[in-house]
């Protein structure tokens, strides 16, 4: 059985996770497999990666084989947080570090495989990552390639970050927690690369100007966890 991690953060997600966990085992699942992070650490820096380390646990306790799909920090979010930069001109974000950014496309059909091939991970799967980490002065400069017009990548201070998120009706402990992904990023928590992803595509994941060419062409998509 797949269990796909709710939109949520902190205790209620863990909770549910644990509530589908235990459904798991007693439908009979021979294997319950979950989609959990690169960063998934219980001293990390960032919300869902600490919830995802627990879950990880209660997986560990539940009594059946597990593989915890340990996917890339999801491309999606680096689109939401590039924003309207494109037209602007101007990313203002709190300092970062380099991401290996993933597309939703490939973590999809890299489940799918691992489903199709039971057993083939037991436990936490290497880091399912693009194969390069870049930087929000790297995504910008991209974009501005893409687009023909220059973008400035502004480094703003994480309060001046915050107070943007809370201003625009954003709850003042979920504003918070995104910046968490900022602060990871900089310790270096979702810097790493690894082909494993790669080897279950057949292919080369999708790289995020590819992902930049559609987004410039359709809506901002939602934040993804």
Same mark, same amino acid.
């Given at each position: 059985m797949l ?11 863990v909770r549910?996770?644990?509530?589908a966990?235990?459904?798991?085992? $007693? =439908? ?16 990390? @820096?960032?919300?869902?990666?600490r919830?995802?380390?627990?879950t990880e646990?209660?997986? !560990?306790?539940c ?18 947080f ?9 990313a ?5 570090g ?13 489940a =799918?495989?691992?489903l199709?091939d039971?057993g083939?991970?037991?436990? &936490?799967?290497?880091?399912l990552?693009?194969?390069? =980490?870049?930087?929000f002065?790297d995504?910008?400069g ?10 400035? @990548?502004?480094?703003? &201070?994480?309060?001046r ?17 995104l910046?968490?992904a900022f ?8 810097? $790493?690369t690894?082909p494993a992803?790669a080897t279950?595509?057949?292919?080369d994941p999708t790289d995020l100007?590819?992902?930049? !060419? !559609? ?5 901002? &998509?939602?934040v993804?966890r």
């Amino acid at each position: 059985m797949l269990i796909v991690s709710v939109d949520l953060m902190g205790e209620e997600a863990v909770r549910r996770h644990r509530t589908a966990i235990d459904a798991a085992v $007693a =439908a009979g699942a021979r294997r319950v497999l979950y989609t959990s992070h690169m960063g998934a650490a219980a001293a990390s @820096r960032f919300q869902p990666c600490r919830d995802h380390a627990a879950t990880e646990d209660a997986l !560990r306790a539940c009594g059946v084989p597990f593989t915890s799909l340990r996917n890339g920090f999801y491309a999606a979010n680096a689109l939401r947080f590039l924003g309207d930069a494109p037209s602007t001109g101007q990313a203002d974000l709190p300092a970062d570090g380099p991401v290996s950014w993933t597309a939703h496309e490939d973590l999809a059909e890299a489940a =799918a495989a691992i489903l199709a091939d039971e057993g083939r991970f037991d436990g &936490p799967t290497p880091p399912l990552t693009a194969s390069q =980490a870049l930087t929000f002065a790297d995504i910008a400069g991209q974009a501005a390639e893409i687009t023909g017009r220059p973008i400035t @990548r502004n480094t703003v &201070p994480d309060e001046r970050f915050v107070h943007g998120l809370t201003g625009h009706g954003v709850p003042a402990e979920a504003a918070e927690q995104l910046l968490g992904a900022f602060t990871a990023a900089r310790a270096g928590e979702f810097a $790493a690369t690894d082909p494993a992803l790669a080897t279950l595509l057949g292919h080369d994941p999708t790289d995020l100007p590819t992902l930049l !060419r !559609r987004h410039l062409s359709t809506p901002t &998509p939602s934040v993804a966890r």
